[in-house]
Nanobody, 131 residues
Framework: QVHLVESGGGSVQAGGSLRLSCVVS????????MAWFRQAPGKPVKEREGVAAIHRDGATTYADSVKGRFTISKDNAKNTLYLQMNSLKPEDTAMYYCAATSLPYVRDCPPLSQSNPYNLWGQGTQVTVSS
């Protein structure tokens, strides 16, 4: 059974940076899309927000709220997904989840507003940004 394990969360002040990692116990390139989602404190699972996604061919998409500040990337050799987060803001405070889909999104990843296509999820890593 394949697992996703996130790490790299923590507490930082506004303007700081963090890099999240997500190790795939299987073969990362076997997934058409991988993504980072976040769930703010007190928000239900259905309001989990898509932050960034990366297609197997390397194409990336970002939520407007993080464009220019966050960068998603992957290292196929290490079977690891990353999220570099710069210029962090208090509103970035959330539990961050790594997700993968094995569904055949051959051309593009699903919109970040859709979490249902992702059928493999990690346990999450907490990011807290103080003002």
């Amino acid at each position: 059974q394949v697992h996703l394990v996130e790490s790299g969360g923590g507490s930082v002040q506004a303007g700081g940076s963090l890099r999240l990692s997500c190790v795939v116990s299987g073969y990362i390139d076997g997934y058409y899309c991988m993504a980072w989602f976040r769930q703010a404190p007190g928000k239900p699972v259905k309001e989990r927000e898509g932050v960034a996604a990366i297609h197997r061919d390397g194409a990336t998409t970002y939520a407007d709220s993080v464009k220019g500040r966050f960068t998603i990337s992957k290292d196929n050799a290490k079977n690891t997904l990353y999220l570099q987060m710069n210029s962090l803001k208090p509103e970035d405070t959330a539990m961050y989840y790594c997700a993968a889909t094995s569904l055949p999104y051959v051309r593009d990843c699903p919109p970040l507003s859709q979490s249902n296509p992702y059928n493999l999820w990690g346990q999450g890593t907490q990011v807290t940004v103080s003002s």
